[in-house]
């Protein structure tokens, strides 16, 4: 370990002399899949988002980074701000491993009561809350190595101090004990953490943010256990056209997604400040309980899901969004653990998810967790296309008509269908590559097809199947936004009712698009497509 700690801060002092502060990087012709408009890290191995914090007119976007190497090593946070959530600066790493361990995920908090005493001059400080990962103690055999941690800072997140008692939270003696996210509660004037432990999540109370006591458990006979819990979020958000509020709680598990690999799942109901309590209609409407022979406990045969694709993993919602502004945004990693570490992008391996604002509605099923693109992405619009309204069956090719490129471009459709129609939008290239997001009229079913959408071969897990999504919506039109960007695709479908997230790496940029309707005619009610840009 000495010797390791000696070489950390060799690495430290070498990166402090060479990092600076520079915009987020556009693609070029020796990356041909960093995308437009989407966050990438400048170089190496990113992951799961943390940290995410607004604070004097800016957005904090702390993430899991390795920055030697472009596959998983010891983590780091790395960091960047942006005033509109669509531009971003990078900054320099705002926490590095020391001899507690790496520097896992976790969430960070604007500390407005200075409860913790690290406020300097009248001001809040910023208070980052982080699970460290000790690798030899793991190595050794150990079962408490992940542990607890804070920094804070008092210059707006440019650098940062570590507690000097860490660990906060130490471990009881459980391999997974991780990810911590951490909110105020106003009403006890608490704060209050949710931590993953396993298949389950706790609750913890702290008057100072630096001593914490278990108040509650939740989550061992609800929801998919089909692999380990990890980075939950809990938040109040107010019942669309109604006053009431409703708490959601989100839980990433991997492996066990809808089509495979990591996926995050969510609960609705109420939180005291201590227990989450699911509402009963919304446990209701989950399923029926069945037997688990290994845990010997019940457990629920199907989760609610909150994106069907592939590529949406790891998603937190920004904390101290002002009141004035109202919205719950979240950010997600754009990979999945059954191949991120082998896809083919060189020197930089993974990109954020589009900033969404979440919107809970009650539906005849119970409360439903609605995502949308943030307001702030109307400021990449550049050219616009006004699509004529049209019943076509076959093939409509867009491509000249509406001059512009598909390999960035927000579409919004409404179209009708009747119900053994089948709906494609396809993208391809002169290489012969072909992605496709369809809706099945007679299945109810949203489609996203990568199979024949370039490379593959790093992985047998990548493009084995088209991925399927559930419309959650009973109307007559059927609306489909959807962002492209280079080699990616996100899905919003019926105002964010039902969300899909792919990632693709087709070999030259999609330069051909077309609306297809295949079996019946197909009605076109309204369509736009924009060219997108920084």
Not at 151 to 162: I, V
Not at 230 to 258: A, M, Y
Not at 465 to 470: E, R
Request: glycine share 8%; hydrophobic share 35%; charged share 20%.
């Amino acid at each position: 370990m000495p010797k390791y700690i000696s070489l950390l801060f060799l690495f430290i002092f070498l990166m402090s002399c060479k990092t600076a502060s520079k915009l987020q990087q556009s693609p070029t012709p020796t990356e041909p899949y960093r995308p437009a408009y989407h966050f990438t890290p400048p170089a190496h191995w990113m992951n799961d988002p943390n940290g995410m914090v607004y604070y004097e007119g800016e957005y904090h976007l702390f993430y899991q980074y390795y920055p030697e190497g472009d596959k998983w090593g010891p983590m780091h946070w790395g960091h960047a701000v942006s005033r509109d959530l669509v531009r971003w600066e990078h900054l320099p790493i705002a926490l590095y491993p020391d001899s507690l361990g790496l520097i896992f995920s976790g969430s960070a908090v604007v500390d407005w009561k200075n409860t913790s005493g690290f406020g300097q001059n009248g001001k809040p400080p910023l208070v980052a809350i982080f699970t460290q990962h000790d690798m030899a103690k793991e190595k050794a055999g150990a079962t408490d190595f992940q542990v607890q941690s804070i920094a804070y800072s008092n210059d707006k997140g440019r650098t940062w101090t570590k507690y000097k008692h860490n660990p906060v939270l130490p471990n009881p003696g459980k391999p997974d004990f991780r990810d911590p996210k951490v909110i105020w509660h106003e009403a006890t004037q608490k704060w209050v953490m949710v931590l993953a432990e396993k298949d389950h999540v706790n609750f913890y109370n702290s008057p100072d943010l630096k001593t914490w006591t278990q108040t509650g458990i939740f989550g061992r006979v609800f929801g998919s256990h089909a692999g380990v819990w990890e980075c939950p979020d809990l938040f109040p958000i107010k019942v669309e056209g109604r006053t009431d509020v409703k708490w959601v709680l989100t839980q990433s598990i991997n492996p066990g997604g809808p089509n495979g690999g990591s996926a995050t799942q969510y609960f609705v109901g109420d939180f005291d400040g201590k227990k989450f309590i699911l509402d009963p209609v919304f446990q209701h409407a989950m399923g029926k309980f069945k037997a688990d022979p290994k845990q010997g406990t019940p457990e629920l045969e199907r989760a609610v899901w909150l994106d069907y694709g592939r590529d949406n993993y790891a998603g937190v919602t920004f904390s101290d969004i002002p009141a004035s502004d109202g919205r719950r945004i979240a950010i997600g990693w754009m990979s999945n653990w059954d191949y991120a570490q082998d896809v083919p992008t060189k020197p930089w391996r993974s990109a954020m998810t589009i900033p969404r604002q979440f919107f809970l509605k009650n539906m005849p099923e119970g409360y439903r967790l609605f995502s949308r693109p943030v307001k702030e992405m109307e400021t990449l619009r550049k050219k616009q296309f006004a699509i004529p309204p049209r019943t076509f069956k076959g093939a409509w090719d867009l491509t000249t008509e509406s001059g512009i490129a598909p390999g960035s471009m927000e579409l919004d459709l409404s179209i009708s269908l009747p119900p053994g129609a089948i709906f494609d939008i396809e993208l391809s290239n002169d290489a012969g590559n072909r992605y496709l997001i369809s809706y099945d009229a007679a299945l109810k079913q949203f489609s996203s097809d990568r199979t024949q959408a370039g490379k593959s071969d790093f992985s047998a897990k990548f493009a084995a199947k088209p991925h399927l999504a559930p419309r959650q919506v009973d109307e007559e039109a059927v609306r489909l936004h959807l962002y492209f960007d280079r080699a990616s695709c996100e899905l919003f479908a019926d105002g964010g009712a039902t969300v899909l997230t792919d990632i693709f790496f087709p070999n030259g940029d999609f330069t051909h698009w077309k609306l297809i309707g295949r079996n019946y005619n197909v009605v076109l009610n309204a369509g736009t497509a924009w060219a997108l840009s920084k």
